[in-house]
């Protein structure tokens, strides 16, 4: 069995790029029509990773004159010249299955915006945080607040 694993440890690719489900990916395949090899280029939204390994597939679909084209790459596979990342996407689920059954804007996937390196420290969607003001100014406004309660019962 070491053997087996050892073979296939040599076979997997380390130059392909880091990405994930969701993302738009654009997939430069190697096609061979009888003795001429040409470069195809497909485009689409990365749905499903399977296995793991030598084994290791994605599936990328596409919307192709209206009909959606669904096309399974073994990622290790030699036919595979580059895989470039157009868009990232963000998703809440490891199989996007469901985006068959959607039509038109409810069939795209929400872009990933991260934050760029260098540009300071993440910040969430909520409203910015307040200011911390200084122990004696906010206890000033608190014995002024209790006086003018004082004042507004008598």
Do not use: W
Not at 44 to 49: D, E, S
Not at 66 to 93: A, D
Not at 104 to 117: C, D, M
Not at 123 to 128: E, F, K, V, Y
């Amino acid at each position: 069995m070491n053997k087996i694993r050892a073979i296939e440890t040599e076979q997997i690719r380390s130059d392909l790029p880091d990405f994930s489900i969701g993302d738009t990916l654009k997939i430069h395949y190697k096609i061979i029509e009888g003795k001429t090899e040409r470069i195809q280029v497909f485009e689409g939204l990365c749905i499903a990773m399977k296995r793991a390994g030598v084994r290791r597939t994605i599936t990328v679909r596409k919307i192709s004159y209206g009909i959606g084209v669904e096309r399974t790459f073994p990622l290790n596979s030699p036919r595979i010249q580059k895989i470039e990342i157009s868009r990232r996407g963000r998703v809440r689920r490891a199989k996007l299955y469901y985006i068959r059954d959607r039509v038109g804007k409810s069939a795209k996937v929400a872009e990933l915006i991260s934050r760029k390196p260098g540009k300071g420290p993440a910040r969430s969607a909520g409203p910015p945080p307040k200011k911390q003001q200084p122990a004696e100014k906010r206890a000033a406004e608190v014995s002024t607040a209790t006086e003018t309660a004082a004042e507004d019962k008598d």
